[in-house]
């Protein structure tokens, strides 16, 4: 099993076949993430190609109207790294001083922690997958699984989620940072959240099934040997274990 993502996300790698149908393995997280990509305001945008201002922060200059468009998914973690150094020199940044990129809007400070966590060389795609598998991460590390296991209160959850994504509200329906309000209502994560606990619980055995046993027959040859030594009734005293509830069934 993956460690570096949540329990329920790490039931295999990538998309999978399984009897000809794709699966999505962070499918019990989906509706968390797909809020995320809403949230941040990435989907209305490029999703897993989109930067912080959408664009605006990447060509050295203050920019006018649209800005710069890139290809995340296609670029390594190194060169994402070398990006957001950019953005964080850039002079459209001054006031934000971010480097959030991706769908999930991940900034370099957490994007270095993670992938010295996960042991990540930086050769690998920003893609997707990658992409979301540290979006996983990060529900994991701000306490999903022990949420979903009852060991953490979804207020606590709400306050972790919000301190991580700014777009996010605290239990109070406001964002955790000043000055940055949250984009989505407690209502949304929590609708959001729920469909995560019904996706796990499906994913879970809901009881153990007792496979029942079918009583042995007892041989041809034993049966006739026992008549022939006890008689009938001896016989039928030791297939009914007892001759008293037999003779009282019939005595009525």
């Known amino acids: 099993m993956d460690r570096t993502v949540p329990a329920g996300a790490a039931l295999s790698n990538g998309l999978i076949s399984m ?6 393995k962070y499918h019990v997280y989906r509706p968390v993430l797909d809020l995320l990509g809403r949230s941040e305001g990435t989907d209305k945008g490029d999703g897993y190609n989109e930067t912080l201002g959408y664009g605006i922060m990447l060509d050295g ?15 390594t973690l190194d060169q994402v ?27 370099r400070t957490t994007m270095r922690a993670i992938r010295t966590t996960l042991g990540l060389t930086g050769s690998e795609r920003f893609d ?47 964002g955790f940072y000043d000055g ?40 041809h040859e034993v049966d006739e040997e026992v008549k022939q030594k006890t008689g009938l009734w001896g016989w039928l005293t030791t297939i009914l274990g007892g001759g008293a509830p037999v003779w009282q069934g019939c005595s009525g």
């Open 61 to 75: 200059r203050v920019s006018k109207g649209k800005g710069t468009d890139v290809v995340l998914t296609r670029m």
């Open 180 to 219: 940055q309000r949250a984009s989505v209502s407690v209502d949304d994560v929590k609708r959001a959240l729920r469909e995560v606990r019904l996706r796990h619980m499906e994913g879970q055995p809901k009881q153990v099934e007792k496979v029942p046993v079918p009583r042995p027959t007892v041989p």
């Open 19 to 24: 009897k000809g149908t794709a699966m999505d």
């Open 81 to 107: 790294d070398q990006m957001q150094t950019r953005m964080l020199k850039d002079p459209d940044n001054s006031r934000l001083n971010s480097s959030a990129s991706g769908r999930y809007q991940i900034v």
């Open 128 to 174: 997707r997958d990658m992409q979301d598998r540290m979006a996983c991460y990060l529900l994991g590390l701000r306490g999903i699984d022990k949420w979903l296991a009852g060991r953490l209160h979804i207020d606590t959850l709400l306050l972790n989620l919000s301190k991580e994504w700014a777009s996010l509200p605290t239990p109070a329906g406001k």
